[in-house]
Nanobody
Framework: QVQLAESGGGLAQSGGSLTLSCVVS????????LGWFRQVAGKERTFVAS????????YYHDSVKGRFTISRDNVKNTVYLQMNDLKPEDTAIYYC???????????????????WGQGTQVSVSS
């Protein structure tokens, strides 16, 4: 059974940094396309960043380009989201997600992912 567990959320000041981690267990990690999504209270969950199984294909939402970096460690079975220059509008619950696509592509739609973590809260104060 595949399980995802996020960590690293917390409170940061505007302009600060946080690194989220998500450990994926239960299947061969290197086969997974991985993604990060976020949800603000009362709103729908939205795409943040994603990476293909090989790591060669990466997408970011325009709102985080140049500030956030997604990466993976296939030895530690972990995907990371390095978040720099945080803004109050980055406040949300952040979820990691995993999927096993038939090709080496990064996925940007929620419905393309079959496995989800429980989320970690990120709060950014102004």
């Amino acid at each position: 059974q595949v399980q995802l567990a996020e960590s690293g959320g917390g409170l940061a000041q505007s302009g600060g940094s946080l690194t989220l981690s998500c450990v994926v267990s239960g299947r061969t990690f290197s086969r997974f396309a991985l993604g990060w999504f976020r949800q603000v209270a009362g709103k729908e969950r939205t795409f943040v960043a994603s990476m293909s199984p090989s790591g060669r294909d990466i997408y970011y939402h325009d709102s985080v380009k140049g500030r956030f970096t997604i990466s993976r460690d296939n030895v530690k079975n972990t995907v990371y989201l390095q978040m720099n220059d945080l803004k109050p509008e980055d406040t949300a619950i952040y979820y990691c997600a995993a999927a096993e696509p038939s090709r080496d592509i990064a996925l940007v739609l929620q419905q393309q992912y079959s496995r989800w973590g429980q989320g970690t809260q990120v709060s950014v104060s102004s």
